[in-house]
DNA sequence: CTGAAAGCGCTTACAG
DNA sequence: CTGAAAGCGCTTACAG
């Protein structure tokens, strides 16, 4: 049991097979489960490799074999609300594949996007994983013509490219139709900017689900646009919604606390839905919002999955896959 | 300028060699700018290099060179809270150097972490910032003799180890200062448990500045906590604090929403401070929050370049150090 | 001034 | 059943 090679001067297969008393060739056939030998053999092999701590150089592999298993995540968002999740989809999916991943934050500037990616093919990825926030944005650096596949994920892939983001139509469906399943008639829609797809595709959303009459008001993804335009709704005249469904969660927060200030309660009054389920929001609101989750992690265990697929030549359709959102309820709409 | 080796097939040392006519020894000196050549010799195969697209490959660059230019960043923060900013400025030190940062978010699973420390190790890392959210615990795994230099991160290190972390005292007295600067009296600290080694840290520091009586209320990380610190300190009888240095932004957060719906104004009334200057919670609280700003990014910048400077074998000294924090001033605490 | 050769740590036909 | 040899794509003494 005695240990070779400390701190420096790694243990190679050329020490197992000395201390096994076998060839290289034997002792790569032993470990990696291949070839014919005594089961003795192999046994022992495996055994003196697990002893000497004999770690296979994964860079002498991959010369060989032409895969690194590593892939890069290329990402334009600083925040980390969208990349923290994916990442932790795509590793979790590919961790047990022995694939490693490397993360690119690239701000929105191209050159060091190109800097990030020059660097990934140096080192052989497998595959490249672009991530953004806005579906109908470009990273600002140029993926097609790569010698390795790339998988989108939120945000504009190359023609023939697989992309995958969330169903916005179905993630809006779902909280529309659960406000009016508890019963709310009067629901506007509290939004995002209008130049973002996702904005539109949910807008169009609600007013199918509404009847076509539905109010959206548009403006921008801060608390303060959701106590704005409960001042809006309230201080005109008419009649007042029973019902909001926001954008996202900020907008439903800066929401319920104004309809809190102007004494009208949250959800007995009036019900207030989110979108993103970004638990830092969702939950520390007073009551805690009922929300859509846009399954980021899940998506991010598919595009890995997907990117490793295309690495090993498994044939992918290509286009864009819209995965379904789920409604997770918490005290904000009351109902059932 | 016609490119060779499309998709599949990269183009190698070889092609560029044979399209330049030389040898690839000659090759390689001219392009890593070693060796001795005619400098018309040099230029050429530098240009054709660059015409045919040629890319060194890092995986047999490493073999020789005993360098991945590859670290592993290991991580048990979920939230992302500290790991993206640690990431963004590890990253950003050390793509100027060519090196690329795998990402392995382990949670609290030593098996996970294992699984990761030795997919990092056959993959040559050559080395590891193991990153925490707590400087009195260790991740759930060993890194003790690894055969790789590793730099800590806001997590317990091994003894004669470099730790980064910030220097909580410091940035209490910053917050604590200010305060007094301002002319406020009557401070009090709502921080959260107090078997965190930071809390401990920032509260002595906290008595310390304020003269030894200082009251201190040590609850959770949560904006409920900032809440019922402050019906608690208002609904007793006795003198009300005109000041209240939070442990965190987020228990900030609860304290002013709290304060206002009672009626009392801050920063008029009472100037509240925070801690971590975490954007989506400070700036968007009503007032916007003055904080302490940890510098994690900064943090993150240091940690790449020691790991760098190890890896190369350059000496560094172990130990402990302390960045120090910044304070952030927006509309809380009034002021100057 | 330039190139042939050895070698980094592995794997994989191929020969025996 | 086992091993010698070639080779992945580079770099680096060394020879000429």
Redesign the interface.
Known sequence: MNVI?G??G?VTIHDVAAAAGVSISTTSKALNDTGRMSAETRERVKRIAGEVGF??????R??LSKR???I?LLTND???RF??PL??GV?EAL?DH?V??????IEDDPA?GQ??V???????VDGIIASGKRVDRHLPVDLSNL?VPVVYAFTEGDANSVTFRSDDAQGARLAVEWLVDIGRRRIVHVTGPDDFFSVRERADAFRAVIGGNGTVLYGHW???WGQEAVERLWSGKGERPDALFCGND?IAR?AV?ALR?RGIRVPEDVSVIGFDNW???AG?TRPPLTSIDMELKELGRQAGLTVLALAEGRPVEPGVRKLPCRLVVRQSCGGK
Chains 1, 2 share one sequence.
């Open positions: 090679g701190k420096r790694r770690r296979p150089n994964a860079l002498a991959g010369l690194s298993f590593t890069g600083t925040y980390g990349t923290l990442m932790a590793s961790v022995g490693s991943v490397f993360l690119c934050a060091l800097i990030h020059e660097a990934m093919l140096e080192k052989q010698p801060a608390e303060s900020q800066g606390d200030e638990e830092i929001v520390q």
